[in-house]
């Protein structure tokens, strides 16, 4: 057994611990920190891929990115654990059925084939002067030029809608009113006064 494959099965189970870890802590500070752990590893092994574009991405992008600005809004929102605790009992089953439909969807499509596992060979090595991030943009900018841009469509819905989720009106809190604020004169803001000179004795 070569270092290329136990580095890969240690990551990989680093990986398929960590991600159950995510699902079963309770605390979302940890769950958000084992998750930084499962992008970690899925970046090891995408580099023993040869992919060295998709691992620095993943670790500049979300776990540089994304997850700390996960991790601040979570600190910054008020979440009441024992009530989360609560509803895990009642939504467990439907989670284990959804679960078991993404198990039998990933089985039936890698099982089918369409990623040449049944004859399995190792790829062919890349010269040293191969430039993977070209390659990647021709795949992905011709071929799955439409499923990248309606995925970047659901993106867009999805932050619109996590935003109109997380704006509430407080009545404790101030907000400003742009409107006013355009609309503010000289007058409004600055009054000019008027006082007499007074002379030192």
């Not at 990248?148 to 009106?169: D, G, K, M």
Request: no cysteine; hydrophobic share 60%.
């Amino acid at each position: 057994m070569g270092i290329e494959k136990i580095i890969f099965y240690f990551a990989a189970l680093v990986m398929i611990a960590s991600a159950t870890m995510v699902i079963t802590v309770r605390n979302p500070i940890r769950a958000a920190l084992f998750l930084v752990l499962t992008f970690f590893s899925s970046a090891i092994i995408w580099m023993i891929l040869e992919a060295e574009f998709l691992a620095i991405t993943l670790v500049l992008v979300y776990v540089g990115a994304v997850m700390v600005l996960f991790l601040f809004v979570v600190m910054m929102l008020d979440i009441n654990i024992a009530r989360l605790r609560e509803g895990f009992i009642k939504f467990l089953p439907f989670g284990i059925a959804v679960a078991v439909v993404m198990a039998g969807l990933i089985i039936a499509v890698v099982g089918s084939g369409s990623f040449g596992l049944n004859n399995w060979t190792e790829p062919a090595r890349h010269a040293a002067d191969y430039n993977n991030t070209r390659e990647l943009g021709l795949v992905l900018y011709t071929k799955y030029v439409y499923p990248f841009e309606i995925a970047a469509v659901i993106l867009l819905v999805a932050i619109v809608a996590a935003i109109a989720l997380t704006l509430r009106r407080r009545p404790t809190t101030k907000y400003q009113k742009p409107e006013e604020q355009i609309a503010v004169k000289r007058s409004d803001r600055v009054r000019v006064v008027s006082m007499d000179t007074e002379q030192k004795k």
